[in-house]
Structures are given as structure tokens and as C-alpha cells.
């Protein structure tokens, strides 16, 4: 199977059992913004040198192309057939629970903090971002289509975990956090 097909060469895709739409169509920012977190998520984890991270990482990895699949396959009855499903109460739990862990590490947060640090770090940053993108692109589908409400609440507390990391990162590598002091004059 060749990997490129052409069919894409107008500006459109499928979404799975529901036909080709415009490759700008909500539906598709929105799980295209999740394969982006998802990408910016594995150059993080790649920057870091804590198995504990990687293999959290990792999960979450998993988890978000679920997240993918289910945002890419509009229809429940075609989202049944295929096992489809978006995150559950128990995905959004196990983030709570890598936070409240990895919080225990950290000092507790006193001022904004400026993103970067290593390179680790940073690169957590930068995956906060996007997950933040993410999840405004899934609010937005959610406007025009209801969606589960786990799918909202995963990226949000997704979001709150990459920050941690970011913060872990640093500190694991003895490197202060820059904490931002407001505005100069």
C-alpha cells in the first residue's frame, strides 16, 4: 500500500463513516490539533532522561489517539462497531493522580513561571500550548456537535499535568524555575 493516495489533493478527507469534508471542517481541526499535542508530546518525552516521564508519556500518547479516532468517526453507531470511545472518567482520574504525585516533588508554586528550563522542559511547555489549542479546537466542535464531556475535561487536566512536567523537568535537573514578576517599569 502506497502511503500517499492523491485523494487529499483538493482539500479534502474522510472522516471515518461519514463521508469526505473540507480538511478545514471543525471536526478535522480538532483532531488534527490532538496529532499535533500528540507529536509535541513524543519531541518532549524524547528530551527527557526520566523513565517514570517517558512511560507516562507514553499512556497519555495512547489515550489521545483514541481521543483522535473518536473525534475523526462522527457517528456512535460507527464509533461502537470499531470499539471507538473518548476518554473516560478513569483516563481524566490517572492524570489527576500523575499530578498530585509529581506535585509532592515540587515546590509550591508562588508566581507565574516562565516557560523554559531544559530543553525538557521546555518542550512540556510547548506541549501545554497545544494542548491548550486542542482543547479549544474540541470546545468549539462541542458547540456545534455535543461530544462526550470527558473529551473537554481529559484536555484541560491534560494541560495542568504537562505543566507539572515541565516544572518536574527542571527541577529533577536541579534548574530553577524563572518565575515572572510582572510588569516592569
Not at 487529499?8 to 479534502?12: L, T
Given at each position: 500500500m502506497?502511503?500517499?493516495?492523491?485523494r487529499?489533493?483538493?482539500?479534502?478527507t474522510?472522516?471515518?463513516?461519514a463521508?469526505?469534508v473540507?480538511k478545514?471542517h471543525p471536526?478535522?481541526?480538532?483532531y488534527?490539533a490532538v496529532?499535533e499535542?500528540?507529536?509535541?508530546?513524543?519531541?518532549a518525552?524524547?528530551?527527557?532522561?526520566h523513565?517514570d516521564?517517558?512511560?507516562?508519556?507514553?499512556?497519555i500518547?495512547r489515550?489521545?489517539?483514541?481521543l483522535?479516532a473518536y473525534?475523526a468517526t462522527?457517528e456512535?453507531?460507527?464509533?461502537?462497531?470499531a470499539?471507538i470511545?473518548a476518554?473516560?472518567?478513569k483516563a481524566?482520574?490517572?492524570?489527576?493522580?500523575?499530578?498530585?504525585?509529581?506535585e509532592?516533588?515540587l515546590?509550591?508554586?508562588?508566581?507565574?513561571?516562565?516557560p523554559?528550563?531544559?530543553?525538557a522542559a521546555a518542550l512540556?511547555?510547548?506541549?501545554?500550548?497545544?494542548c491548550?489549542?486542542?482543547e479549544?479546537?474540541?470546545?468549539s466542535?462541542?458547540?456545534?456537535?455535543?461530544l462526550?464531556?470527558?473529551a473537554?475535561r481529559?484536555?484541560n487536566?491534560l494541560?495542568d499535568l504537562?505543566?507539572?512536567?515541565?516544572?518536574?523537568e527542571n527541577?529533577?535537573?536541579?534548574?530553577r524555575?524563572v518565575e515572572?514578576e510582572?510588569?516592569r517599569?
Open positions: 502506497k502511503l500517499y493516495t492523491r487529499g489533493d483538493r482539500g479534502e474522510d472522516l471515518v463513516g463521508g469526505r473540507p478545514d471536526r478535522v481541526d480538532a488534527g496529532d499535542l500528540n507529536a509535541a508530546l513524543g519531541a518525552a524524547a528530551h527527557s532522561g523513565a516521564v517517558r512511560a507516562l508519556v507514553e499512556a500518547q489515550e489521545l489517539f483514541a483522535g473525534l462522527p456512535e453507531r460507527h464509533r461502537a462497531q470499539g470511545r476518554p473516560d472518567e481524566v482520574a490517572a492524570l489527576e493522580a500523575a499530578i498530585d504525585a509529581f509532592g516533588e515546590e509550591p508554586l508562588q508566581r507565574f513561571v516562565l523554559g528550563g531544559t530543553p512540556f511547555h510547548v506541549a501545554r500550548t497545544v491548550r489549542r486542542a479549544r479546537r474540541v470546545v466542535l462541542d458547540r456545534a456537535e455535543t462526550e464531556p470527558t473537554v481529559y484536555l487536566r494541560s504537562l505543566f507539572v512536567l515541565a516544572r518536574l527541577r529533577r535537573a536541579g534548574v524555575d515572572w510582572g510588569r517599569s
